[in-house]
């Protein structure tokens, strides 16, 4: 979060054309966020998803795969391309390649996914 707060900080608000910030709330509560931002490094237009946070009380109950997916649906409505970053952690690989995201190391991503 402390990545996500300092971004807010300096300006990046998520709110430029095809971007996004999206929040998970379980009983009322925050339990995730997510956000989908310009992929600038890539050859054709695409979307990184990044920012991404679940609470660790709210992790293992599927807030995660609902953040991924509303996050995946809203970009492939303006692109083809999305990536994704999962240096985080050793469980980040594994989490974005259930959501049908392959490896790839052409760029500042470790993972793309294509839309069909």
Do not use: C
């Amino acid at each position: 979060m402390a990545l996500l707060v300092e971004d807010w900080r300096r300006g990046a608000r998520f709110q430029g054309d095809g971007e996004a910030l999206l929040a998970a709330f379980s009983a009322g509560e925050l339990a995730g966020v997510g956000g989908l931002s310009a992929e600038l490094a890539a050859p054709e237009p695409a979307r990184r998803l990044r920012r991404f946070y679940v609470r660790p009380a709210m992790r293992r109950r599927g807030v995660a795969a609902a953040l991924a997916s509303a996050l995946i649906h809203e970009g492939f409505d303006s692109v083809n391309l999305l990536t994704v970053n999962a240096r985080a952690s050793e469980s980040a690989a594994p989490f974005w390649e259930a959501q049908g995201f392959v490896a790839d190391g052409s760029g500042p991503w470790t993972h793309i996914m294509r839309n069909g």
